[in-house]
């Protein structure tokens, strides 16, 4: 029987909105979060802006600040520093459980979404470099057959694609280096070297997280806490 995957709940689309609007900048940090605000700008009611909410800060993008309620939480080095160091050890089994278990699937779909991402690069849209640079990770993690490394990562891609979002606005350059070492694990993986697979994926995420915090400890005090209009949304029910 086939499965027939469920559309985005009406919850999971305003996650998906307030999260576009963090990472793009519109809710810059320290914005106020006024959850009659968000309903009226996308068009629902306060309850799915309410429990999405509830999400966004539990992964990390909101926060709740005394007399404010709840704002964009500041991009905080030390979190995102445990963020990543999670994200190397998740992303280090799941290359090694797809050497071993799909190098062949691997070889079938893999050079897809490499050809994917270094369009990405030659388009320079953030958003798509973010989003094929996501779909690549997610990529081995299913085909580790381990369902808990995306499980264990889908509640963190919201906070993963904003700090994504800052750096590579700046560091045009960092893309492309990027994707020569997605080509280097997903070669590793192919060839069924397990060892060489987990120790190059590790690499690839710790590398990048250092240039990730050193931005952000760079950057905490310059940018300016504004909030501009929210992006009017209509959403599939």
């Not at 990472?23 to 306060?46: E, F, H, T």
């Not at 057959?145 to 904003?162: F, Q, V």
Request: net charge neutral.
């Amino acid at each position: 029987m086939r499965i027939v995957p469920s559309a985005p709940s009406l919850v999971d689309q305003v996650v998906e909105a307030i999260t576009d609007e963090i990472v793009s900048g519109v809710l810059a940090p320290g914005s106020r979060l006024i959850q009659d605000d968000l309903a009226q700008a996308y068009g629902v009611s306060r309850q799915p802006v309410q429990q999405a909410l509830i999400l966004l800060r539990g992964c990390g993008l909101v926060q709740s600040a005394p007399g404010r309620g709840l704002i964009v939480a500041p991009l905080d080095p030390n979190f995102v520093r445990d963020l990543y160091e999670m994200r190397a050890v998740l992303e280090g089994l799941a290359a090694r459980l797809a050497a071993q278990r799909a190098s062949d699937r691997a070889a079938r779909e893999g050079p897809a979404y490499i050809a994917a991402g270094h369009e990405a690069v030659k388009s320079g849209l953030v958003s798509r470099k973010i989003e094929t640079d996501i779909a690549f990770h997610r990529f081995l993690s299913e085909i580790s057959g381990n369902a808990l490394i995306d499980e264990t990562m889908a509640p963190h891609w919201p906070c993963l694609k904003r700090v994504m979002s800052d750096v590579l606005q700046k560091e045009q350059s960092m893309s492309k280096t990027v994707w020569d070492e997605h080509e280097d694990i997903l070669a590793a993986i192919i060839e069924g070297r397990t060892a060489d697979a987990e120790r190059l994926s590790r690499d690839h995420v710790s590398r990048a997280a250092g240039v990730f915090i050193h931005h952000i400890e760079a950057q905490q005090d310059d940018r300016p806490k504004q909030r501009r209009t929210l992006s009017t949304r209509k959403f599939s029910l």
